[in-house]
């Protein structure tokens, strides 16, 4: 069985308080609702002005190639609050970057945590990747402290060109690795 496979087979993934599943084109209005707030996204990228500009990034950023990408979902009102995927899955490495987001009205309940937290340990003791990274920018403590919390440790500060922007930004790796004594 491949990473694919397995990937696959974990395409609903429930945690405490959230759920993850793929996402639907139906998440479009919800999407937006996070993606036109320029507070929710200001290191993800650049603010939507349009339902259609979300049901675009929609569906070619989160439904195009849907395995090791999930739509965080509030288990009592089924509706998308956020997401987690893998950026840059290596299969040969065994190691990806994880990317999330999660709409502010729900920011400072611990819920974004709990997701990476999950994601991770299935990432190791499932998916069979050795090797998680999560980037953020210099300035997004609220990232760092859920990378912190989840158990990854900062590795460097480096300069790097914003995919959107192209302006030179500065950034913090945070690695989690297997066997380094958080199992």
């Not at 190691?95 to 309940?109: P, T």
Request: aromatic letters at 14%; a neutral charge.
């Amino acid at each position: 069985m491949n990473i694919w496979t397995r990937l696959a087979a974990f395409a609903v993934i429930e945690t405490q308080r959230t759920y993850l599943r793929p996402f639907t084109f139906n998440d479009a209005e919800a999407f937006y609702e996070i993606a036109s707030n320029p507070d929710n996204l200001a290191f993800i990228f650049p603010t939507q002005a349009s339902l259609e500009e979300s049901q675009f990034a929609l569906a070619n950023y989160f439904m195009k190639a849907p395995l090791g990408v999930w739509a965080i979902c509030d288990p009592i009102t089924n509706k998308m609050i956020g997401a987690i995927k893998f950026e840059k899955l290596d299969e040969i490495k065994k190691e990806a970057e994880l990317g999330y987001f999660l709409h502010q009205a729900y920011w400072g309940e611990g819920l974004m945590t709990e997701v990476v937290v999950t994601v991770t340990q299935l990432s190791i003791e499932v998916f069979h990747l050795k090797k998680l990274k999560i980037i953020t920018h210099l300035e997004n403590l609220a990232s760092q402290k859920v990378a912190l919390k989840s158990g990854y440790r900062q590795v460097r500060q480096f300069k790097g060109s914003d995919r959107y922007t192209r302006k030179m930004r500065d950034y913090l790796e945070f690695r989690y690795e297997k066997g380094e004594g958080h199992e």
